[in-house]
């Protein structure tokens, strides 16, 4: 049934997302969703654990700094324009957040199993490492139960609700992303228990999504909530719509690298923003248009050939005979 | 003409990008290795293929500086774009010839960490760094890993205070009886010298001492008894056309420095 799910960033996690819950957090390098992250924080959402590959721009890092998240299952967390995740290093100091780590590959399977089903999975990194010895919780060595070598296992993960940011998003759900399929969002998000949040730079009608349905990494029934967001994924990129914001990003930095300041912003650029317009409007009152404008991309790099999906009706047997040796010899 | 002006870090991507041959798959993480696989495809390899963890499989360099693994830039010309499963999948089915990471902390085994310093079972003494990110996978099943990392003796160390990513583990056989597919460690270039791999017992020796740079020196900032090779010797320096190429690659020094 076709049902609208556009709604306010504000709707859509106070609605979905309860105290508690596992989260798959999207993205990668690039496309964090930031927006969410920011209003996880202003609603004070509490002992979340997030599951997910790798993830940068401290969106994760600040989630962790206002306190949100009790459990972190990741390969790798990181604020890269200034290389430590400076919260998550203090939490985890202070016992605040548990941390469970595992490779890339692992975490991505981890996903991929959640994805598929099955329980666990198998994956060749890992082995012979301390992520073995300190994550029993996502890692176990197996026996392969066909030549009886040892190999490592990966503890699926379904996360109770996904987070991603995408280019484009009908008002039913469908999803859009294009380079690298959202890199592990598809799996992230099709894993989810209850669903996926969906922040989007533009919204348009289901007939685009269906004109071209490869593109599509979530489909419309797993969908919870569809956030019209632009610039949701600032200060990390979104393809074909901006660049990362590598300065900002650095003076972010600044900020998760030491307790006492990380309130300081969180107070300016969170808890101080309404909602993420009034962050962009901010952004635009700090540093200008150009600023924003310096983070657009060089476009044309569109599809050369152009694809035709060419629907073939199989009405045109009607009335043709079976192809015979008789009919052919008439 | 050998440069006379140039940065460590220009020697090191330069230095670093002759260990990549011609026609390999060569898996780059995040960092240094993201302009030297880009160096090596505008020089001597042109044929090399580049493999990320966001998923960019590319026969031809990125059309401006990648500063990540899923930067926008790979995925422009790229030749497949199917996410993480894709390249990953294909360390895991052998098919990657390079391995190519950086670290934090590395043993006489190359054995590196990227998670973290101090006592893990005790939290607070234990300072988090990103975690393995895709080290450990692609040096698990990379046919060799070239890694890429700066050198004091608090980073090469007798024992890493957190094995993230293995090199040959506790030594000969080690890999194999843990069923690895990938062959480990066979060069490291530091911000002082380049090391390999003795075949026989898996230990790091020092094959090359960087200009300005002695084997007393290099000795010095190593906390394990390093071995030095009958043949070491000093690293060519970069020509004046090779650091030409390298800058217009990060023309704003992002990574250069």
Not at chain 2, 20 to 48: Q, R, Y
């Amino acid at each position: 049934m076709a049902v609208n799910k556009l709604m306010t960033l504000k709707e859509a996690v106070s609605r979905h997302i309860k105290d508690g819950d596992t989260i798959y957090y999207g993205g990668f390098q690039i496309m964090v969703p930031m927006a969410i992250t920011h209003e996880i924080i202003r609603q004070k959402k509490k002992d979340l654990t997030t599951v997910e590959s790798s993830t940068d721009v401290g969106g994760l890092d600040i989630m962790v700094g206002a306190g949100c998240v009790k459990e972190i299952h990741s390969a790798w967390i990181m604020n890269w324009y200034v290389k430590a995740p400076y919260a998550v290093r203090r939490a985890f100091q202070s016992k605040m957040t548990k941390r469970y780590d595992l490779s890339n590959f692992a975490a991505t399977s981890a996903l991929i199993a959640g994805f598929m089903g099955v329980p666990f999975i198998p994956v060749r990194g890992n082995i012979g490492t301390d992520m073995l010895k300190h994550n029993p919780v996502d890692l176990t060595v197996v026996k392969d139960p066909f030549t009886g070598e040892e190999i490592t296992a990966v503890r699926a993960w379904n996360a109770d609700v996904a987070i991603i940011h995408a280019q484009v998003a009908d008002t039913l759900g469908n999803v859009m992303s294009w380079g690298t399929r959202g890199v592990t969002d598809e799996f992230g998000a099709m894993g989810a228990k209850r669903g996926v949040i969906v922040t989007a730079e533009e919204i348009v009608e289901p007939e685009v999504i269906r004109a071209d349905p490869d593109r599509t990494v979530v489909p419309y029934f797993k969908t919870l909530a569809v956030v019209h967001c632009p610039w949701g994924a600032h200060p990390s990129a979104c393809r074909g719509y901006y660049g990362l914001d590598i300065r900002f990003s650095q003076y972010q930095g600044k900020y998760e690298r030491n307790a006492d300041l990380l309130p300081k912003f969180l107070d300016e650029w969170v808890y101080g923003c309404e909602d993420h317009s009034a962050y962009i409007k901010k952004y635009i009152q700090k540093f200008g248009q150009e600023g924003l404008d310096r983070l657009k991309p060089t476009l044309g790099f569109k599809p050369k050939y152009q694809v035709d999906y060419g629907y073939h009706d199989p009405g045109v047997w009607k009335g043709v005979p079976q192809y015979t040796d008789e009919y052919i010899n008439a | 003409m050998h440069a006379t002006n140039y940065k460590l870090t220009e020697l090191m991507v330069v230095r670093c990008a002759k260990e990549i041959k011609d026609n390999e798959v060569v898996f780059a993480g995040v960092g240094l290795p993201l302009v030297v696989v880009s160096f090596a495809m505008l020089t001597h390899a042109p044929n090399m293929i580049l493999f990320t963890e966001g998923g960019s499989i590319r026969a031809t360099a990125p059309p401006g500086l990648a500063i990540t693994v899923d930067d926008p830039a790979l995925f422009c010309n790229g030749d497949a774009t199917f996410g993480m499963l894709s390249t990953m999948a294909a360390l895991q089915r052998g098919e990657v010839d390079v391995a190519f990471i950086g670290g934090a902390q590395i043993d006489k085994y190359g054995n590196i960490n990227s998670t973290g310093v101090g006592d893990w079972t005790r939290p607070e003494s234990f300072t988090y760094f990103a975690g393995s990110g895709g080290a450990n996978d692609m040096a698990t099943s990379g046919k060799r890993v070239l890694a890429i990392m700066p050198q004091d003796p608090k980073k090469f160390v007798e024992t890493v205070d957190y094995l993230t990513t293995p090199g040959f583990l506790d030594g000969p056989g080690a890999r194999e009886r843990a069923g690895m597919i990938g062959g480990g460690p066979d060069v490291v270039v530091s911000t002082m010298g380049v090391y390999k791999f003795d075949a026989k017992t898996c230990e790091m020796y020092l094959a090359e001492y960087f200009p300005g740079q002695s084997v007393e020196k290099v000795k010095a900032n190593c906390s394990f008894a390093l071995n030095v090779s009958p043949d070491v010797r000093e690293t060519t320096p970069p020509t004046e056309k090779e650091i030409a190429v390298l800058r217009n690659i990060d023309p704003t020094g992002f990574y250069l420095g």
